[in-house]
């Protein structure tokens, strides 16, 4: 007997219709003599609809409280798929992350998994029940609920599945699979049969929301076979694997963009030893991950540091730099919201140069102006105006003839 688990996203689990449909998928896969686990998310867009509901509150809230508020999205979903298995006749039981013993560390909306102890899990499998999970969620050291960011519930699927040594891993969502671009601005985008890793994970860091990062994180570190693939019918999606596995080295495999991305700025910055350690140093204590960083040449003893974080993060990070720019005796601050991050993402890159010469062509031709560039082995990214991005996107994913 084989054990899989199945991760439904919202759009799957949007109505009670959408339930009734999942549960035929988890009892089609009991039916062939699995033990399945399934992962569900809050239903459609209930977890915006509940920030909406805080937000009429004010701007800024305890975190611990949003947790409070986010984790109630995803019990109703696992409470109400549980109830139509149990009423098509199938055994099944939901549990909370904190049931699952998914524990976390105390770091409120963006909380990392820091064990598992899958006992009640194993037992409830053991009776012969499909358990229902509700994603996106754990407890902190100090018995609080948290969730895992955006997205997490592709985590709580993943890290599952590693811990418990499943077969596989089936992501369920709205869409055939992983597409060369978001399908929602490309309509030629074409759905990828397989996808190494590390081009995974760097498509989902890049914004291609469709994978949480952290769950290819898992995945790859714990060798969790993950696919990707759509409610909505029965084809194969796309498999997430070692790059061993994949047949050809593509030199673009896919593109990505990103727009929730801030751009702060430190003028006149003293050139010398410590200044960037105290800037990020700063930014790290508060939990802040900074994307791409420019240093300007130096002028006068002095420089210009701009750096990216991510939107959300911005009524964080601006009195933290505020602060730090008069420690350090820079002359000002500035930052901006209208901007966006287009990524082309390709494991055949290191061995073909001229990619991001390709790339910076494409958007000259355009007239898309680029404001920050940052490379790795196997990507390229550019920041450009939020109101360009659609046009950058298409452009690219024409040009590499994807
Ligand atoms: P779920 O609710 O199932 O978790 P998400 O909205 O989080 O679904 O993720 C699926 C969405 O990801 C798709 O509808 C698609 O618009 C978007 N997406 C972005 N980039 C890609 C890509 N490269 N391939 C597939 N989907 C993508
Ligand atoms: N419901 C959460 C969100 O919208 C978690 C998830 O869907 O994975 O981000
Ligand atoms: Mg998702």
């Known amino acids: 007997m084989g054990l899989v688990v199945q991760k439904f996203g919202g759009s799957s689990v949007a109505t009670i219709e959408k339930i009734k449909n999942v549960a035929g998928r988890v009892m089609s896969e009991r039916d062939q003599g699995n033990q399945v686990v399934v992962v569900v998310s809050a239903m459609g867009d209930l977890t915006d609809d509940l920030i909406s509901l805080a937000n009429q509150i004010g701007k800024s809230h305890p975190e611990r409280e949003m947790d409070m508020l986010l984790t109630t999205g995803e019990q109703q979903s696992a409470a109400l798929l549980t109830m139509t298995l149990v009423n098509m006749g199938c055994p099944a039981v939901s ?59 592709d985590t709580t699927a993943v890290a599952l599945a590693a811990v418990l040594k499943a077969d596989v891993c089936d992501i369920y969502t709205d869409v055939d699979g992983v597409f060369t671009a978001d399908p929602r601005v490309v309509k030629e985008a074409s759905k990828l049969d397989m996808i190494s890793y590390d081009e995974m994970l760097e498509l989902a860091s890049l914004g ?48 990505a963009h990103d727009l929730n991305v801030a751009k702060v700025a430190l003028f006149d910055v003293p050139d010398k030893p410590g200044i960037a350690h105290a800037i ?34 911005l009524p964080q990070a601006l009195p933290v730099v505020e602060r730090v720019c008069r420690e350090i005796g820079a002359s000002g601050t500035a930052y901006g919201e209208d901007l966006a991050k287009v990524s082309i993402v390709g494991a055949g890159m290191m061995s073909n140069p001229g990619v991001a010469a390709a790339m910076f062509e494409t ?8 404001h920050m560039i940052s490379t790795s082995e196997i990507k ?20 590499f003839n994807l």
Not at 120 to 142: H, M, N, T, W, Y
């Open 208 to 255: 291609a929301g469709v994978l949480q990062p952290r769950a290819v994180e898992f995945a790859m570190h714990y060798d969790v076979t993950v696919q990707v693939r759509s409610s909505f019918n029965l084809e194969p999606g796309t498999l997430v694997v070692e790059v061993g596995k994949m047949e050809s080295d593509r030199v673009v495999s896919g593109v």
């Open 95 to 153: 549990l909370t992350g904190w049931q699952c013993g998914i524990m976390t560390d105390p770091v409120h909306t963006k909380a990392r998994i820091a064990g598992i102890k899958p006992d009640r899990i194993k037992k409830e499998l053991e009776q012969g029940k499909v358990v229902v999970v509700a994603g996106f969620q754990g407890i902190s050291p100090d018995g609080d609920l948290t969730t895992l960011g955006r997205g997490g519930s």
């Open 363 to 370: 958007l000259a031709q355009e007239g898309i102006n680029i």
């Open 380 to 399: 390229v990214s550019c920041i450009v105006h939020a109101h360009e991005i659609e046009r950058a996107v298409r452009a690219i994913h024409s040009r």
């Open 280 to 313: 990020f140093m700063a930014l790290a204590e508060v939990n802040i991950n900074v994307d791409m960083i420019v240093q300007a040449a130096m002028r006068d003893g002095r420089n210009d540091i701009a750096f990216t974080i991510s939107k959300d993060d």
